[in-house]
């Protein structure tokens, strides 16, 4: 029903920025975007983790991680997700992965989820490395 492309992925210093997009392609006979949307990410060895996501009413969750440092936006005309990384870590460093799903509920209306399992389409990754 949708397919996500991410980009903007590379190698950067610690203390440096990068801004990851990501493309929702909605299938033609979808007439709605994707209610959840959110960036996450997996480090050799670690779990996927969720690391901001936002709804389409425009509210955001941030990991305890990502607060103060990272921000998520989506530009629905363009039907992009963004996530501005700033204050770059070595701790950062994973693939990173843009997620969406089209369930509504009143819980996720309140608190986007940061759970990986409340996601079913999943974008194939771009990579981010922090160097020291």
């Known amino acids: 029903q949708v397919q996500l492309a991410e980009s903007g992925g590379g190698s950067v210093q610690a203390g440096g920025s990068l801004r990851l997009s990501c493309v929702a392609s909605v299938a033609s006979d979808h007439n709605y975007r994707p209610y959840l949307m959110g960036w996450f990410r997996q480090a050799p060895g670690r779990e996927r983790e969720g690391v901001a996501t936002?709804?389409?009413?425009?509210?955001?969750t941030y990991a305890d991680s990502a607060k103060g440092r990272f921000t998520i936006s989506r530009d629905n005309a363009k039907n992009t997700l963004y996530l501005q990384m700033n204050s770059l870590e070595p701790e950062d460093t994973a693939m990173y992965y843009c997620a969406a799903d089209f369930r509504f509920s009143a819980l996720r209306r309140i608190t986007p989820s940061l759970l990986p399992s409340d996601y079913n389409y999943w974008g194939q990754g771009t990579q981010v490395t922090v160097s020291s």
């Open positions: 936002t709804n389409s009413d425009g509210k955001t």
